[in-house]
């Protein structure tokens, strides 16, 4: 899991579920920190009082992808190593609706509902066991889902070859929008009436 | 606003336009590490000069013996039936056209093998398929085919039929193995003492 340090033996394969657990209780630890266990928060972003969500993952996206463009000039690291998930079209459509079907009406996105469940909020367990229930019926059911799931599958693509962009041109486009949102969303915050949670 | 926030959005956007005069990511496709280390540890690459000669001889149409030293030296002396291209052209187009004829054999020679070597590993790294290196080279090739050691009359039949067929491609190439040294042999310089003629500078001197 622990590329490359793993794979090429510096650490031993036995680490792997330790440095897993350690990463994912970080990873936990700093969702909860700012505040993401509370579904009020998240549904901030809905409705115009907290952007925090939003800043958070622009944040981490931005940060990700000026250190991988750096790195890779600088020869630091190979880009075209980087594992990138196979896009398959319809599932992502059809999934991105009902999570954010769900995210809209739970409050919780998978992460911040266990750290939810973890500071023992009632509405993150009704979540969760909403979520298992899920899972459980698409397992039942996956042969209908079959190929919904798995068709249209266009590959490790990357919006700005199918944009037909350069990839500098477009990171750069995506930090000047990133910042435009900052901008924007402190702006709509001012307006807003601030909720007390 | 944030005096703080502000300095952050100033620093990601200077990043931002920094990366708009970035070359663009050079997406040389290579072979993974590992599959050139095992190419490398594996001594198939190399071939003989007796089996090269043998198909020399036989005007294999498959093989493509390719001399990867300077064009002066290839004037100089070249097996005969091998094409220059010099190390430095290495990655040139037209030299790329040539190597990625899938239907030949590439085979690259040198004085030893240290440089054919190297053309081989580079050609390897691009991912080009049948590439070969003529092992011990030039001085090789000419050590055994030109200069072929006769063998012991209680030699092996095999030794001495290897012998036959060295001696043999040489008459194909040369005619004789003196024709092919003295394509390389020096032509002295006969240097001739012109004497100064007694006297001759010192006509009205004191």
Known sequence: MVGPLIPMGVIPEAWNNVIALLLGAGFGFTLEASGFSSSRKIMGTFFGYDFVVLRVFFTAAVTAMTGIIYFDYMGWMDASMLYINPYYVMSAIVGGIIMGLGFALGGFCPGTSFCGVAIGKIDALFFTTGLFLGVFIFSELYPLFDKLYNGQDIGGAKIYDLLGMRQNVFAFLLIIAAVGMFYFAGFVEKKVKKVEY | ?206
């Open chain 2, 1 to 206: 606003m944030n005096k703080r926030y502000l300095f952050l959005a100033a620093i990601v956007i200077l990043l931002g336009v920094g990366m708009l005069f970035m070359p663009n990511s050079n997406d040389n496709k290579q072979v993974s590490p590992e599959l050139l280390l095992s190419a490398i540890d594996d001594p198939s690459r190399f071939l003989t000069t007796d089996d090269i000669t043998d198909r020399l001889v036989k005007k294999d149409p498959a093989l493509l013996l390719l001399d990867v030293r300077p064009a002066e030296a290839f004037k100089s002396f070249s097996i005969p039936g091998s094409v220059n291209l010099p190390a430095d052209s290495l990655l040139t187009a037209s030299a790329m056209e040539m190597l990625k004829q899938d239907a030949k054999d590439k085979v690259f020679c040198s004085n030893s093998d240290v440089t054919a070597d190297q053309a081989w590993i580079i050609c390897k790294r691009l991912g080009l398929n049948r590439i070969y290196v003529m092992q011990g080279g030039i001085n090789q090739w000419f050590n055994t085919i030109v200069k072929a050691a006769k063998p012991a009359e209680s030699a092996s039949s095999k030794t001495i039929e290897l012998y036959q067929f060295r001696v043999a491609a040489c008459q194909h190439f040369y005619g004789s193995p003196e024709m092919a040294t003295a394509s390389k042999a020096e032509v002295k310089k006969t240097v001739t003492v012109v004497k100064k003629a007694s006297g001759a500078a010192s006509g009205g001197g004191c």
